[in-house]
T-cell receptor, first 115, second 112 residues
Framework: GAVVSQHPSRVICKSGTSVKIECRSL??????MFWYRQFPKKSLMLMATSNEGSKATYEQGVEKDKFLINHASLTLSTLTVTSAHPEDSSFYIC???????????FGEGSRLTVL | LAKTTQPISMDSYEGQEVNITCSHN???????ITWYQQFPSQGPRFIIQGYKTKVTNEVASLFIPADRKSSTLSLPRVSLSDTAVYYC?????????????FGPGTSLSVIP
């Protein structure tokens, strides 16, 4: 079946540094990818919708300058948490919509801990 | 996407059948209904998808009444490993989704 890979699965960084999380669709093309944030025992919260070759669409309340999203190819989207602070610690999940069926596949998530 | 409503939590004993119902009163003509399972610290995993009537695969069945305003995920003979959060999503298939919004999901606890 289709696979979406996220890397790294876990990352620990110091406050003030930037962290990049990659989301790859391994065996299909994805014109649209979604980035989510999930707090403990809560549902997934949509952060932004990423379309290949264009700027991401951010949900209300999500800081564009803090969470930089790039979708440069049909198989890769990246989320960069800039100048990370402890409150950015969370579980980040991406999903990819397969062309042309639109089926959604999710990555395994990336656990970010900011010290 | 159509807003969905599910029970927040459910408990079940091992070996029982579990039915989780999702309400989606504003479902559109082109919308499909998809259920996902999520374990702690993992991404959601696809369970089943349907448009109308009944769909069955190796792990679950999905029942959708004629008005499509609700759907029921049926898990036969649950085991401890089925303890997870189950999400119902409603949206149209196509070349891309406009948005994919998750509701709170249903936390299923399977008891020995």
């Amino acid at each position: 079946g289709a696979v979406v890979s996220q890397h790294p699965s876990r990352v620990i960084c110091k406050s003030g540094t930037s962290v990049k999380i990659e989301c790859r669709s391994l065996d299909f093309q994805a014109t649209t990818m979604f980035w989510y944030r999930q707090f403990p025992k809560k549902s997934l919260m949509l952060m932004a919708t990423s379309n290949e070759g264009s700027k991401a669409t951010y949900e209300q309340g999500v800081e564009k300058d803090k969470f930089l999203i790039n979708h440069a190819s049909l198989t890769l989207s990246t989320l960069t948490v800039t100048s990370a602070h402890p409150e950015d610690s969370s579980f980040y999940i991406c999903s990819a919509s397969r062309v042309p069926t639109g089926e959604l596949f999710f990555g395994e998530g990336s656990r970010l801990t900011v010290l | 996407l159509a807003k969905t409503t599910q029970p927040i939590s459910m408990d079940s004993y091992e070996g029982q059948e579990v039915n989780i119902t999702c309400s989606h009163n504003n479902i559109a003509t082109n919308d499909y209904i998809t259920w996902y399972q999520q374990f702690p610290s993992q991404g959601p995993r696809f369970i089943i998808q349907g448009y109308k009537t009944k769909v069955t695969n190796e792990v679950a069945s999905l029942f959708i009444p004629a008005d499509r305003k609700s759907s029921t995920l049926s898990l036969p003979r649950v085991s401890l490993s089925d303890t997870a959060v189950y999400y119902c999503l409603v949206g149209s298939l196509g070349t891309s989704y406009d948005k994919v919004i998750f509701g709170p999901g249903t936390s299923l606890s399977v008891i020995p």
